[in-house]
């Protein structure tokens, strides 16, 4: 594949490590009767490993550059150009009625996006095994009360069980990012919840992780729900968000639910 540069504006970083790439082909172990969806395959590092064991391998790439390059060395390949963010889930998975199994070297700036759509769409996806931020993935794992749990913490928590796989230093990558990496692999629960119930949960979270130094009476009060009157949720209000465990913010949803059904 010719020689493309990375341009900032994309967020890339382009993997050309083959040890690294080999170990998270390890990681994603894929099989033929899988429905793979990469997130940005760029030059196609991970692409040319993974192309051929499964026949149903979709990529999403915004990147107009290296769509030529990708559809010519990558044939029997689905490309969709365009911006993942923007990709109907559902449409890709009733084209194959297959849970999916998402993939990719994902641009940082864009990592709690994505993984806000990967939450979304859970009951439509198998897993996820993607690179980012050694930092992000602390918060994905981080424990109750610790620095570092935060909003990802809890709905990770929910909706999926999250494993950091491996570091990964900055000299896998051209150019070289400024931080040091990881890959995590998100096994999607497969819960059946409500659109109005997963939105809902979403936002509470979101709401008492609002201000998160405020004990959750004054978060929730300066959100979306200030209106509510959570004294009779059987929650501690004088507590702070990062005292909360999942079933905590369920309790608060449940209450919110019935307050605004």
Known sequence: M??????????????HDKNIIKKIVGEI??????????????????TELIYGKTENFIAVEIDTRVIEDLQSKFPKFQLIQKDFLKVDISTIYDSNK????IIGNIP??????????IIRNAELIEDAVLMV?????????????NKDYGILTVLLNYFSDTQVCFKVSPNAFYPKPKVTSAVVHLHLKGLSISKEKREMFIGIVKACFGNRRKILKNSLSNSIFRELNFSDSYIDLSLRAEQLDVKDFLVLTEFALNQTG
């Open 133 to 145: 931020q050694n930092e992000v993935a602390k918060r994905m794992t981080a424990k109750k009360g």
């Open 29 to 46: 172990n894929p099989q033929p009767d899988d429905t793979i969806v990469e997130i940005g395959p760029g030059r196609g590092a991970l």
């Open 108 to 117: 940082y700036n864009l990592t709690s996006s994505i993984i806000f759509k």
């Open 2 to 15: 010719q020689k493309v540069k990375p341009l900032k504006r994309f967020g890339q970083n382009y993997l």
């Open 98 to 101: 297959k849970k999916l199994r």
